[in-house]
């Protein structure tokens, strides 16, 4: 195993923040989370407004068939 020590730059070390690193295996959903298919909230359009906290959020699908979310 290979370690590699990257330095901070000069005043840096005050933004420093120990963290830890997240697994990247999906978790196994829990019974009581809603799934609700993408065809049903879009209902055969391309976009959906999702309003949150008083912002906009733009639902789209993409022409390869991908899900963006964008504010």
């Known amino acids: 195993m290979t370690t590699t020590v990257l330095s901070l730059p000069q005043g ?18 829990d019974a009581s989370t809603r799934r609700v298919s993408s065809h049903v909230l879009l209902k055969g359009g391309r976009e959906l407004v999702i309003q949150h906290q008083g912002s906009e959020y733009h639902l789209r699908l993409t022409r390869n068939d991908k899900l963006i979310l964008t504010k």
């Open 12 to 29: 840096a070390e005050a933004l420093a923040r120990p963290f830890r690193l997240l697994s990247l295996k999906p978790s196994a959903p």
